[in-house]
């Protein structure tokens, strides 16, 4: 494969068969000029130009160190989580941390109103993101506050193998954090985040409204619903507001059968106030 363009010193464009490829890797260009050959051990990703003009517009924009920083936080990712991620993955988080470090150096801080809901829907993709912040403190020497950890964690969970699109991603965090604040008003309780039965209701919240998008039954037997209606009543009753503010703000009908199983998470929760 011989150079047509050169990007940066880890980024070139090469001719590869009769197709323009954006080859990525770590000191590709050095001592390289056009028309030179590419030592194809240096190359550790190829994108066709053609469906990556983004991709190519983006590198010769933003600081070399930028996309560098993402590479390695996507590799610690895909090792961790022992999966390849979808290749868009260097565009979109490439380009959403270059932005941050931005508006971080200029004092800017962002703030992300789902930092708590993202910790506990998605740990290990938010465990990522805590490794990526350390990793550019000790590389770029820039601090970075924890709600980059979430909007990170956000970008890897998007482009594994069916995690869904980013905006539905988001929008469906922000309900369940609706679902939750409905809980605590109605029950007028407090409680900590790091509270095990607060962690599984989130839990089950979120598979909840995947069910529910999927048209996934989560099957109750009529005799056992009405046992923890009867029991459980104030319980219930708080599952009630739920279903009544999902279906008043966001057009979701809760199915019964998950009224009953809210209702146990709520009832558990309640146990240790």
């Not at 869904?164 to 679902?179: C, F, N, W």
Request: proline letters at 1%; glycine letters at 4%; a negative charge.
């Amino acid at each position: 494969m011989r150079i047509t363009k050169i990007l940066n010193n880890n980024a070139v464009i090469v001719m590869d068969g009769d197709q323009e490829k954006i080859a990525i890797g770590a000191g590709v260009a050095f001592e390289k000029k056009k028309k030179d050959i590419v030592n194809p051990d240096r190359i550790e990703k190829l994108f066709v130009v053609k469906e990556n003009e983004k991709l190519q517009e983006l590198i010769v924009r933003i600081p070399e160190e930028h996309l560098i920083i993402s590479e390695e936080i996507i590799d610690f990712a895909e090792k961790q989580l022992n999966t390849k991620l979808n290749e868009h993955i260097l565009l979109a988080l490439t380009d959403h941390l270059s932005f941050a470090i931005e508006r971080e150096q200029k004092g800017i801080h962002l703030k992300n109103k789902l930092l708590q809901e993202i910790k506990i829907m998605y740990r290990q993709e938010f465990d990522i993101g805590v490794w990526a912040l350390h990793h550019m403190k000790e590389k770029l020497n820039v601090d970075m506050p924890i709600d980059e950890a979430a909007f990170i964690a956000l970008h890897i969970h998007t482009m594994k193998i069916q995690g869904g699109d980013l905006h539905e991603t988001v929008r469906q965090t922000a309900i369940v954090k609706d679902m939750m604040e409905t809980i605590k008003i109605d029950l007028d309780i407090t409680i900590a985040t790091d509270d095990l039965a607060y962690e599984r209701l989130m839990t089950h919240l979120r598979f909840a409204l995947n069910r529910i998008y999927h048209y996934e039954v989560h099957s109750m037997d009529e005799e056992m619903l009405f046992m923890i209606k009867r029991k459980f009543k104030r319980s219930y009753q708080c599952s009630e507001r739920v279903a009544k503010m999902l279906s008043t703000s966001h057009g979701i009908q809760l199915p019964s059968e998950e009224l009953g199983y809210i209702t146990l998470h709520i009832e558990r929760l309640k146990k240790y106030q």
